[in-house]
């Protein structure tokens, strides 16, 4: 599996491809330094200013609270996330804007050319089924190091965590059937596209129609035609015809361009004279009353001898119009989701934080430290999410602890990074993928439940809530 951080600078036509990027608003290795807040660096220069920068410290990145139609989520980003740490630098290019944009002092500048990530972190792994508010990563190295992350590490996993868990929904509502990521034209750049192609991966889908994500994860890959194909032809059944005797594998059909039953009809002829050896995969229909089409193109399809055809829909679907199609009996065996995968539509963004829980003090000892704010209270110290599961395996309530605490039940966040290393490989993205799948199913029905779900037991442990009410008193 190899990660887009690690690709080596190529050159294209003598230029160099980070300045090509530079010009067209791109982030190229040369800047990923410089893709964090403005408070981020100058909150660092004050911390080496006052002689500070050495002192260590632990973030928490979390999740306030389930919005408000999800029961739980699905984790997602931890892989890149890892990858940015190992590697994090700020390049040459990056420190020379820093000296020109004048909000940075020579000494500071200097001093983030030789900064590097020497932390260590433990997280939920990917593809673990999570319930706020406890932590899903924690951070702990200098508070220079630990502060100027923030914004790279938030937006990294808070996106692919709702998209995975968006996935994980219109998977459930699919109810066995296969489900394709459609969103790239959708998302909100290809950058994010990208990553919408593995978190819906990770949250279950059978592939994506996004290229980059096949050549870069490794994920299956799919597609069939657009409606300007078979616009551009002179009828129909011509455009299949050369579609099918372009495509090298079994083709798939777009057939609601102008009738879709008359469609169905015209793919399979198409299919009838196509060689032996190859068959017509499926046929989509985009638009239209999909659960009356639906059943009227399987009877055609059928009538034609291709009866291990699929019939596919797609336009603008979700986990509702699927889940109510499929209770209708619609004839339908897959689904292409595009706009409400790919922007988590109902529900388009989570209520993430990182916050800073401990911190040496002058003499070096570690001090549990509160956030107050009206609504926004955090959670002190360095702590752990221990899961109880019930009789029949299935998970029963979450403890949130101090990380001292020894309790009955399985921890949930692993070690990932000692001294700035790495201390296991990253999984596979399979692997990932199984491990959300195996804890998706293993969920109470009412957790799944697209519409009103039940609440999930989430509580301190005694000591923790101890602590909280020491420091509110302090």
């Known amino acids: 599996m190899v990660s887009p951080l690690h690709a080596a600078p190529t050159v294209l036509h003598g230029v160099h491809c980070g300045e090509v990027g530079l010009r067209h608003g791109l982030i190229t290795l040369e800047r990923m330094g410089l893709s964090t807040d403005l408070y981020e660096l100058t909150m660092a220069q004050a911390f080496l200013e006052a002689g500070i920068a050495d002192r260590t410290a632990t973030f928490d990145l979390s999740i306030r609270s389930l919005p408000h139609t999800r029961g739980y989520l699905v984790t997602a980003g931890l892989e890149q996330a890892l990858a940015y740490l190992r590697d994090f630098r700020c390049w040459p290019e990056a420190l020379d804007y820093l000296e020109r944009s004048g909000h940075f002092k020579p000494e500071f500048i200097d001093f983030l050319g030789s900064l590097r990530f020497t932390g260590s972190v433990d997280a939920v792994p990917e593809g673990t089924v999570y319930f706020p508010p406890g932590p899903l990563l924690r951070i702990t190295a200098p508070i220079i190091e630990a502060q100027i992350i923030e914004t790279y590490l938030l937006t990294t996993i808070t996106y692919q965590t709702m998209i995975a868990s968006k996935a994980a929904r219109v998977v459930d509502a699919a109810d066995g059937r296969a489900v394709i990521d459609f969103s790239p034209r959708r998302d909100h750049g290809p950058q994010a596209g990208l990553l919408a192609a593995r978190a819906a991966y990770v949250g279950g889908c059978i592939g994506t129609s996004n290229v980059l994500a096949n050549e870069r994860f490794g994920i299956p890959i799919y597609g069939t035609m657009a409606h300007s194909f078979v616009m551009f032809h002179r009828d129909e059944e011509e ?76 336009g603008d679907l979700d986990e509702y119009k699927i889940e109510g199609l499929l209770r209708e009996g619609a004839a ?27 911190c040496d003090d002058a003499d070096g000892r570690e001090t549990p430290v509160i956030k107050l704010s009206a609504a926004k209270i955090s959670l002190p110290g360095r702590k752990q999410i221990w899961r109880d599961y019930d009789a029949d395996g299935q998970p029963a309530g ?19 990074m000692r001294d700035g290393a790495l201390v296991a490989s990253m999984p596979e993205l399979g692997e990932i993928r199984e491990r959300a799948r195996a804890q998706r199913v293993g969920l109470p029905d009412e957790i799944r439940r697209l519409s009103e779900p039940a609440q999930y037991p989430v509580a301190n442990s005694q000591k923790l809530d101890d602590l909280i009410a020491q420091l509110r008193h302090r």
């Open 239 to 314: 455009a299949f015809r050369k579609f099918a005797a372009s495509y090298p594998g079994d083709p798939t059909l777009l057939i609601d361009t102008f009738d879709t039953i008359e469609g169905a009809r015209i793919a399979a002829r198409v299919a009838a004279d196509l060689p032996e050896g190859r068959k017509l995969a499926a046929v989509r229909i985009d638009s239209g009353d999909l659960l009356t089409l639906s059943g009227a193109v399987r009877e055609v399809l059928d009538a034609g001898g291709c009866h291990d055809t699929q019939v596919l829909a797609s």
């Open 398 to 416: 979450d403890t949130v602890a101090l990380a001292d605490e020894q309790r009955d039940g399985t921890p949930l966040l692993e070690p990932c």
């Open 332 to 358: 339908l065996d897959g689904f292409g989701v595009g706009t409400q995968l790919g922007t988590s539509g109902d529900s388009p963004s989570l209520s993430s934080t990182y916050k800073l829980v401990a």
